[in-house]
């Protein structure tokens, strides 16, 4: 009996389920790029480090995940479906990216040592809050649609 489901379980096509494992796969990649550039961001605006090598890190943290989401979508219709009506052109994507560009910004570095403790911690706050939101919409988006759909294979499927 044991041996027979072991069977099975090896068995499964998973033509049909691959690019919902691959596109899984790079929502969670991209959650850990997204997450540890929140932390970045969060850091350089707490001291105002925007020294090259900060800034190259924050840059390729950024990229990575756009690219991770995008190779998402391009290889799973669910996911590109999910990602497009939660993710792209959300108000929350907007404000991202203003505030990514901004830390990018030539100017970013007078502009925080000119700012006040308080209006620095603002400015933390301000950058944190949607990248949050962006990176638990994302890992929300897997856990929830993404991975359910990968695990429901029926008896048809072996």
């Not at 027979?4 to 090896?10: A, G, K, L, P």
């Not at 190259?56 to 990602?83: I, N």
């Not at 649609?145 to 499927?157: E, K, W």
Request: aromatic residues 10%; contains cysteine.
């Amino acid at each position: 009996m044991c041996l027979c489901v072991q069977e099975e379980s090896t068995n499964i096509n998973v033509r049909n389920y691959w690019p919902s494992v691959v596109a899984s796969g790079a929502m969670l990649l991209a959650t850990d790029a997204i997450s540890r550039e929140r932390t970045l961001g969060s850091y350089i605006l707490s001291v105002c480090d925007f020294s090259t090598s900060q800034l190259s890190l924050f840059a390729y943290l950024q990229g990575s995940s756009d690219l991770l989401l995008k190779f998402a979508s391009t290889y799973d219709a669910r996911a590109s479906q999910l990602l497009d009506q939660y993710i792209y052109s959300t108000p929350t994507q907007r404000n991202l990216t203003t505030l990514r560009h901004m830390i990018l910004d030539d100017g970013a570095s007078e502009r925080c040592y000119n700012m006040t403790d308080q209006e620095r911690t603002r400015m933390i706050v301000t950058w944190a809050d949607p990248i949050t939101v962006y990176v638990l919409t994302v890992d929300e988006l897997r856990s929830k649609y993404i991975i359910p759909y990968i695990l429901q294979v029926s008896h048809g499927d072996i």
